[in-house]
């Protein structure tokens, strides 16, 4: 298994990419195919493509911020069973992760990704890849750690269309193991950051982000 990063839309491994994405996603959270030039190029985000036999099974996307000394796992796709990919992705993430928090001088604090409710909202499909069904996501990241944020999240709409995407929860990974709430303002400041790129922010987003704002902290709660 190769473990290999994407960094231009003309890279042939980025079409088989792109296609994986589409098959497994929603359309409202795949950005279109020309829009991802940008991100690609960007060094500050990490996508990664498990190679297997020459075919794209699976995807990591990531980035590290210094300035909060937190990550963000945009999304992780398995694309097969039976080859341990889960595993594979987030072991290597991970110590990609840890390196570039120690090369900034720190501990990496945790980690943000957007989790689906399969609770809440139950009509996802993913592909026909049992392993990500939600249901299963949402417990492997359980076990990983993952705890979800104590707000009723909403995000902007990767298609650009102003729109308020529902149904998931704002998880955390603390890496100490002993974090129990987040400071507001760590909160606020990353998803601002995070979804600068997004010109229409819908106004459920921006209510969410204004009643933050009135809070110290945040809850971490189990999924």
Same mark, same amino acid.
């Given at each position: 298994?190769?473990?290999?990063r ?12 792109h ?32 190679v ?45 992760? !840890?390196?570039?928090a ?25 592909g026909?890849?049992?392993v ?12 990983l ?9 909403v ?13 998931l929860?704002?998880? !955390? ?31 459920e ?19």
């Open positions: 298994m190769e473990y290999i994407v960094q231009h839309i003309d890279d042939p491994l980025f079409a088989k990419l296609k994986l994405m589409g098959e497994v996603f929603p359309a409202e959270e795949v950005l279109e195919y020309s829009l991802w030039k940008e991100p690609l190029e960007d060094p500050d985000i990490y996508v990664y493509v498990a297997h036999e020459g075919e794209v099974v699976g995807i990591t996307e990531y980035r590290y911020y210094k300035t909060f000394n937190v990550a963000m796992t945009d999304f992780t796709i398995v694309g097969r069973e039976g080859l341990g990919l889960g595993r594979f992705l987030q072991q290597k993430r991970q110590e990609h992760l !840890f390196a570039l120690k090369e900034n001088g720190k501990e990496l604090f945790g980690m943000f990704a957007e989790i689906y409710d399969p609770y809440r909202v139950g009509d996802y499909e993913f026909g890849v049992k990500m069904n939600p249901v299963v996501r949402r417990e492997v990241l359980s076990h750690g993952f705890m979800r944020l104590d707000l009723d999240y995000h902007p709409s990767w298609q650009m269309n102003g729109e308020a995407v529902s149904g929860d704002l998880g !955390f990974l603390p890496y100490d193991g002993t974090t129990t709430a987040l400071p507001t303002d760590l909160v606020v400041d990353f998803l601002t950051t995070y979804y600068a790129i997004l010109p229409d922010k819908p106004k987003w921006l209510e969410m982000v204004e009643k933050l704002k009135a809070q110290e902290q945040v809850a971490l709660l189990p999924l």
